[in-house]
Antibody
């Protein structure tokens, strides 16, 4: 059974940093694109970042480019999102999501339960 | 960047109705389009991929179609469990979601 379990969400001040983790199981972690998708309170879905199966190709939405970094620890089947220079508008539930292919843009077939990041003074 | 315009934003219908949600891409995305269902407080669920392919385990009353840059999600006979917000997503170039359609029963 595929499982994605996020952690690391917290209340942080503007300009601060936070690292999200997504522990995975039930599939070959290096064989699939992994993404982060966020949802601000009461709003729609926004794709944030993605990594190919090997972790050597990464993609970012313009809204987070230069501030967020996605990376993997394949030995632990864990996906991370390092978030720096956080802004109030980064407040959202952050979902870890699994793609259906090892590379390129793919649909998302599994989602975690989400972790809440609140940026506020 | 590819923009996805979804309509309507809210839809109210009765059990048994045929319901249609539309998503229009700002440029060609071939058939690289997915549809998701999201219920309050839950993660989204994949319904349709590659514009018209039904994800395993999804009821057959859900279907997708495409015509150029216009994509449609149809629920053939609305059920109480279908009350949710539906999102389209292009994955031709990076990923972009539509704004969502809330379906009320």
């Amino acid at each position: 059974e595929v499982q994605l379990v996020e952690s690391g969400g917290d209340l942080v001040q503007p300009g601060g940093s936070l690292r999200l983790s997504c522990a995975t199981s039930g599939f070959t972690f290096s064989g699939f694109v992994m993404s982060w998708v966020r949802q601000a309170p009461g709003k729609g879905l926004e794709w944030v970042s993605a990594s190919n199966g090997g972790g050597d190709t990464t993609y970012y939405a313009d809204s987070v480019k230069g501030r967020f970094t996605i990376f993997r620890d394949t030995s632990k089947s864990t996906l991370f999102l390092q978030m720096n220079s956080l802004r109030v508008e980064d407040t959202a539930v952050y979902y870890c999501a699994k793609g259906t292919l090892v590379g390129g843009a793919t649909p998302i077939d599994y989602w975690g339960q989400g972790t809440l990041v609140t940026v506020s003074s | 960047d590819i923009q996805m315009t979804q309509s309507p934003s809210t839809l109210s219908a009765s059990v048994g109705d045929r319901v249609t949600i539309t998503c229009r891409a700002s440029q060609s995305i071939s058939s690289w389009l997915a549809w998701y269902q999201q219920k309050p407080g839950k993660a989204p669920r994949l319904l349709i991929y590659k514009a018209s392919s039904l994800e395993s385990g999804v009821p057959s009353r859900f279907s997708g179609s495409a015509s150029g840059t216009e994509f449609t999600l149809t629920i053939s006979s609305l059920q109480p469990d279908d009350s949710a917000t539906y999102y389209c997503q292009q994955y031709n170039s990076y990923w972009t979601f539509g704004q969502g359609t809330k379906v009320e029963i």
